[in-house]
């Protein structure tokens, strides 16, 4: 079996775990909560994932970490707790490897709904078996997907000011409460402009790989010098211009990090 199916396959397995009862614990802020599913699946995935590849690191958003040398697994359990704990049905398990400090495998599995995306560096990007691809849309015909930074309010203003400035020349916005999801979005063709303040490599390591696979482009403002596990900002897109113009937007309301951002 190769190394994707592989992964797929443990990532599958998670779904007896989140369709089990859970408790849910605060993290930190009233949005922020954790579940004890989040650790649970963490923690099968940290022994699973390193079965698969011995050789691997691991980074898990719930803390469990451990070192490696050219792969590095980047997992968030449970990505859309808040979603989970609500019983809407929109959360994923998104598994990133990278290989080399390049993204080159993604997992993303929504358990509730059986969507499953996933994709392998060089080799195209699949929702349940068929190949899938980014929308054709102009900026004007776009859907935006953002957040208003729902841990770190004090950036609420910024993303509702590009928010006002993008929907002021794009189709319609969406808020889905999930960054895994809503990459796969664009890159099934059913979303094209996406930005988010602050997210962390858990977040959209699975994603980057499936969107650039679609065709996509994704990028993290202002990498340089960053740690393992610190956040960026995110802005992707359907095609080049229109993450040209997404870019312009977002990097003139946003010239560089604010103080305290980390
Ligand atoms: C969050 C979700 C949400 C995004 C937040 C993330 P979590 O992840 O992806 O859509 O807006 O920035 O932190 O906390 O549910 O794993
Ligand atoms: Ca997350
Ligand atoms: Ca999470």
């Not at 400090?101 to 995306?117: H, I, R, S």
């Amino acid at each position: 079996m190769e190394l994707l199916d592989k992964v797929i396959e443990a990532v599958k397995e998670c779904k007896q775990i989140v369709t089990a009862p859970f408790s849910v614990s605060e993290k930190g802020s009233l949005s922020n909560i954790v579940t004890s599913a989040d650790k649970a699946v963490e923690e099968f995935l940290y022994r699973r994932l390193l079965e698969i590849l011995p050789e691997a690191g691991f980074l898990g958003e719930e803390g469990d970490a451990c070192q490696g040398k050219r792969y590095l697994f980047v997992v968030d359990p449970i990505d859309g707790t808040a979603n989970f704990a609500r019983g809407t049905g929109c959360s994923a398990i998104s598994v990133g490897l990278r290989k080399d400090d390049a993204p080159f495998l993604g997992v993303v599995y929504n358990p509730f709904t059986e969507e499953l995306y996933y994709a392998q560096a060089g080799r195209g990007a699949y929702k349940n078996g068929k190949r899938i691809q980014v929308s054709g849309r102009d900026f004007a015909h776009g859907l935006y997907y953002t957040a208003l930074s729902t841990y770190r309010k004090e950036y609420s203003g910024l993303c509702m000011d590009i928010l006002a400035q993008v929907f002021a020349q794009c189709d319609d916005f969406r808020r889905e409460g999930s960054a895994a999801l809503e990459l796969c979005r664009l890159a099934a063709g059913c979303g094209e402009l996406y930005f988010e303040m602050r997210l962390f490599p858990w977040d959209v390591c699975a994603g980057e790989v499936i969107l650039k696979e679609a065709g996509g482009c994704f990028t993290g403002l202002y990498t340089q010098g960053l740690k393992q596990d610190q956040p960026f900002p995110v802005v992707a897109a359907n095609s080049p211009e229109n993450m040209e113009k997404l870019l312009a937007i977002v990097t003139q309301a946003l010239p560089a990090l604010p103080e305290g951002y980390f």
